[in-house]
């Protein structure tokens, strides 16, 4: 009788010392980080500037009345409501285009995917390149056609457009690949059952079978996509640094300027706060409203 309750214990303690490296890993990374950025938001701490004040609700006045963080919080939702759509309807049909074929389907997957395995920084320069205003092979294209090219990456009106499709390319790959495995756990048993009942088109098998079925990996392709989408920052430093004249300053770049050039920390944990407000506000909404759609099979 006093066996089992040793045994208990001993597996407790067990149980316990295998999972202490990921408690401490969490507390230390992620838990204490986060919190120590709460606590910065409702200060007024500046880097070389020591003891910080408490300052309460101040820096989030200041974001309200400030000019330029409006400007950046609207480019990312335009930058969002441009990238997201956009590619993840392109990786669907590059799914269902791939798995329809009989040839090339390996060599296909490779060429979508690989802007997904590429840096950012590293194909900045084949980017600056395409779309220079005098020597990119897209103006001397449009140029052949007659049409003056714009410049894409110096003018504030096609900049976060360009960005935006630099941003496409990006992400539809990698939804592609995300589809491509949702498709193939859909047994094509229901699909000739569906032909067989009088669904002779392949887009009436799309819609009443596929589709249908495609739902929880929808749900998960439009969450990371709006958050992979949302946390742009790479190609705003790399190929604009937020110009011109702010018209592609996204919320990221905005929290990194005043955290690392002006030093302003408090400021920038501040935007911080309001970055992952926004973040969760969405997946709440998006987990109501397209949860209650989705078929689990």
Do not use: C
């Not at 950025?37 to 003891?51: H, K, Q, R, S, Y």
């Not at 944990?269 to 998006?286: D, E, G, H, P, S």
């Amino acid at each position: 009788m006093e066996a089992a309750p040793k045994r208990r214990r001993g597996e407790a303690v067990g149980a316990w010392l295998l999972t202490l490296p990921a408690v401490i890993s969490f507390t230390v990374l992620l838990l204490l980080p986060t919190l120590a950025a709460v606590a910065m938001a409702f200060t007024d701490f500046e880097l070389g500037v020591w003891p910080p004040a408490w300052i309460g609700l101040e820096n989030f006045s200041e974001l309200l009345a400030d000019r330029g963080f409006r400007q950046s919080f609207a480019n990312t939702v335009i930058y969002v409501g441009l990238v997201a759509p956009v590619s993840v309807g392109l990786g669907l049909a590059f799914a269902l285009l791939i798995e329809a074929g009989t040839r090339g389907r390996a060599f296909f997957r490779a060429v979508f995917f690989l802007p997904v395995v590429s840096l950012t920084v590293a194909m900045a320069s084949a980017w600056q390149y395409l779309l220079h205003p005098t020597i990119g092979p897209l103006n001397s294209l449009l140029r052949s056609l007659g049409i003056a090219g714009p410049a894409w990456l110096s003018s504030s009106d096609t900049v976060l457009v360009s960005l935006a499709a630099i941003g496409v390319w990006e992400n539809a790959g990698f939804n592609m690949v995300l589809f491509m495995a949702g498709l193939t756990a859909i047994p094509r048993e229901l699909r000739e059952a569906a032909s067989v009942d009088g669904a002779r088109s392949a887009w009436s098998r799309f819609r009443l079978v596929t589709w249908p079925l495609l739902g929880p990996t929808t749900l998960f392709v439009v969450t990371i996509t709006l958050i992979r989408s949302i946390r742009v920052f790479d190609t705003v430093a790399v190929l604009t640094r937020g110009g011109p004249n702010r018209a592609s300053e996204t919320l990221l770049y905005t929290m990194y300027t005043e955290g690392f050039t002006f030093l302003r920390l408090g400021y920038s944990a501040a935007i911080t706060l309001v970055f992952l407000a926004i973040v969760l506000l969405l997946m709440l909404l998006q987990t109501r409203v397209l949860d209650k759609r989705v078929h689990y099979g």
